[in-house]
């Protein structure tokens, strides 16, 4: 009859697994996902574990992104530990959602890395403006790292 009233004090709160960090806040968690559209852009990322874990074992540079919400856990807890073995910083965003549509994809993903340098070569002018923004990403990255 009436409109249904609604509570928006209850939003959605991902549920978060156990080695979700270093967790991105709201600010970091943004700002890593706008450098991961313009990546995507300019085809600098890998998406999904196999890539990823591929990538990393050819030594390529970047970091990584994984997703805090992931169910089950055991499909992406190696990669922690293997970012670490090869120096690469990496953080957790709350949701597989929006790092999926941060990468212009439908489908939700559970992990990307963003390359340090694009597989091929980019005919735009934006270079140095992504690199800054890389940069100050991986600095950001670096500073919220757990030391064990």
Do not use: W
């Amino acid at each position: 009859m009436g409109k249904k009233d609604e509570d928006k004090s209850t939003g959605d709160v991902p549920i978060l697994c156990a080695i979700a960090k270093p967790l991105a806040n709201e600010k970091l968690a943004g700002k890593v996902l706008k450098v991961i559209k313009k990546a995507t852009k300019r085809k600098q990322v890998k998406r999904g574990v196999k890539e990823v874990v591929k990538a990393i074992r050819k030594k390529t540079s970047g970091f990584c992104i994984l997703a805090g919400n992931i169910s089950p856990i055991d499909v992406l807890s190696h990669l922690p530990v293997l970012c670490e073995d090869n120096n690469i910083p990496y953080i957790f965003v709350p949701s597989k959602e929006e790092l999926g549509a941060a990468s212009c994809s439908k489908r939700p993903t559970s992990c990307m890395l963003v390359l340090s340098k694009p597989l091929k070569p980019v005919k735009d002018d934006d270079e140095d403006k992504f690199k800054e923004l890389y940069d100050g990403i991986v600095d950001k990255i670096k500073g919220q790292q757990v030391i064990y």
